[in-house]
């Protein structure tokens, strides 16, 4: 398991050189304007030119990514546990749960501003109101994919509500669980550039609103590979949280 994962990841990066030296080659060849699309040696020399300045706004992203990524996490869980157990809860709460999903968080990103400043408190709020959606789904799905007979056994067994939950429960639906967070980390990520997008003075997503307001291309793509970097990074890290919190999904006897 451990040779397919480290081969896929050496798949991966050579796909992505191929990708990006076709990019060069096809951007020389055909003489693309660097302002429609810049070389990525550009890009590259832009990074290594300015690297402290951007990782001082990729750490203000990441910051801001992990904030609104932990609190989904935790306030995901604590709900989809709450709905699990309660048919009433469910049935008053999923509906706005749903409908406040539907809302574009573009649209009420603004209020944040106002009601928070314009500090890092907006961007966490609108990253974990993104991302806690996921979290919700898969955690309840998770929940309610154990089988009746295991719950039944273990209040056979005079387990209390509190260890059923936190024993049986919650074991089985761990997999469901980091499913939701691989994809809410992403969802993360998208919700802090869109705070930064709308009030501030730091973090990847003002590199990139700053340099578009100077048609300077160039440093959109640098601030673009950063964060397709960190998103690659973050995924990667969860998986291997995946593999050690479910080692029986890689046992290949199970």
């Not at 609190?71 to 409908?99: H, Y």
Request: net charge positive.
């Amino acid at each position: 398991m451990r040779e397919s994962h480290y081969s896929s990841t050496l798949a991966g990066l050579f796909s992505t050189v191929v990708v990006l030296l076709l990019w060069e080659a096809a951007g020389r060849l055909l003489q693309v304007r660097p302002i429609m699309l810049p070389l990525p040696s550009a890009i590259l020399k832009e990074l290594g030119a300015e690297f402290p300045w951007y990782m001082g706004h990729a750490a203000y992203t990441l910051l801001t990514t992990m904030g609104g990524f932990l609190l989904s996490v935790i306030g995901g869980v604590a709900i989809a546990a709450i709905i699990v157990g309660s048919r009433t809860f469910e049935r008053f709460v999923w509906p706005v749960i749903v409908a406040f999903n539907s809302v574009p968080k573009v649209a009420i990103a603004p209020l944040f501003v106002i009601w928070m400043g314009t500090g890092a408190e907006p961007k966490v709020a609108i990253a974990f109101l993104i991302a806690v959606f996921a979290i919700i789904v898969d955690t309840v799905h998770g929940l309610r994919s154990v089988p009746p007979d295991v719950t039944d056994l273990s209040r056979v067994l005079k387990g209390s509500a509190w260890d059923v939950f936190w024993k049986v429960k919650m074991p089985c639906a761990l997999p469901s669980i980091v499913t939701g967070m691989k994809v809410a980390i992403s969802l993360a990520l998208v919700g802090a550039i869109v705070g930064e997008f709308v009030s501030s003075q730091r973090g990847l997503g003002y590199v990139i609103m700053s340099a578009q307001g100077t048609f300077d291309t160039v440093r959109v793509f640098a601030a673009l590979f950063i964060l397709a970097i960190m998103g690659m990074v973050l995924y990667g890290a969860l998986v291997l949280l995946e593999r050690r919190a479910t080692p029986w999904r890689n046992d290949p006897s199970h």
